[in-house]
């Protein structure tokens, strides 16, 4: 398998605009986790999915940020409207099943302006 | 709240020698706990696990210990090598939310010739 997939790997945009960060769990994992790393703040969890199905959100930061997962092999995290504090890398983890390791992406380093 | 703590310092190491890394947890009922390395540019990768049922475990030139009884988390490298340059974080699942892990700070290994 390929591991977990995240495109793009870089993103610049302007405050305001929208912004989608889009990822492909490993085939199989059942759970999939949006992270964002900073360096004042380390990693923080975001959002994570059961079988597709959001189970806690109480990280996302507000309401600016929203995430989906249609179907198991892809999820998306859209920003809307980004803001130069959302400046960061995000990461995508998925594993087997909650108790268990979590395999990451390479992130998607977002810039905005 | 809980929290996993890692105070970040950087560690230098002269090649060949071991390497030790450690890490305060805060909750005692937490039942597993991962180790990863971070390199500049890439996703957090999986290095070793543990579960409170153990107190050590060997992997290839990495250990880790679990001292339970203050709460405490190590990681070893020996014959430490250029290639082991990064961040590493300690990871825990609470007892509260088993689908989730809580990262540590992380400690940065540099290592000279």
């Known amino acids: 398998d390929a591991g977990v997939i995240q495109s793009p790997r870089h993103e610049v945009t302007e405050m305001g605009q929208e912004v989608t960060l889009r990822c492909k769990p490993i085939?199989?994992?059942?759970?999939l986790f949006w992270y964002r790393q900073t360096m004042m703040r380390g990693l923080e969890l975001l959002i994570y999915f059961n079988n597709n199905v959001p189970i806690d959100d109480s990280g996302m930061p507000e309401d600016r940020f929203s995430a989906k997962m249609p179907n198991a092999s892809f999820s998306t995290l859209k920003i809307q409207p980004s803001e130069p504090r959302d400046s960061a890398v995000y990461f995508c983890a998925s594993s087997g099943r909650g108790v268990d390791i979590q395999y990451f992406g390479a992130g998607t380093r977002l810039s905005v302006l | 709240g809980e929290s996993v703590g890692l105070h970040l310092p950087t560690l230098s190491v002269q090649e060949g020698d071991n390497s030790i890394i450690n890490c305060a947890y805060s909750n005692s009922a937490s039942d597993y706990f991962i180790w990863y390395k971070q390199e500049s540019g890439k996703g957090p990768q999986f290095i070793i696990d543990?579960?409170?049922?153990?107190d050590k475990r060997q992997g290839q030139r990495v250990t880790v210990l679990l001292n339970k009884t203050v709460k405490h988390l190590s990681l070893q490298i020996a014959a430490t090598q250029p290639g082991d340059s990064a961040v590493y974080f300690c990871?825990?699942?609470?007892?509260?939310?088993?689908?989730?892990?809580?990262f540590g700070t992380g400690t940065r290994l540099q290592v000279f010739p």
């Open positions: 085939s199989g994992h059942d759970y």
């Open positions: 990871a825990e699942i609470p007892p509260y939310n088993t689908d989730k892990l809580i």
């Open positions: 543990i579960r409170s049922n153990m």
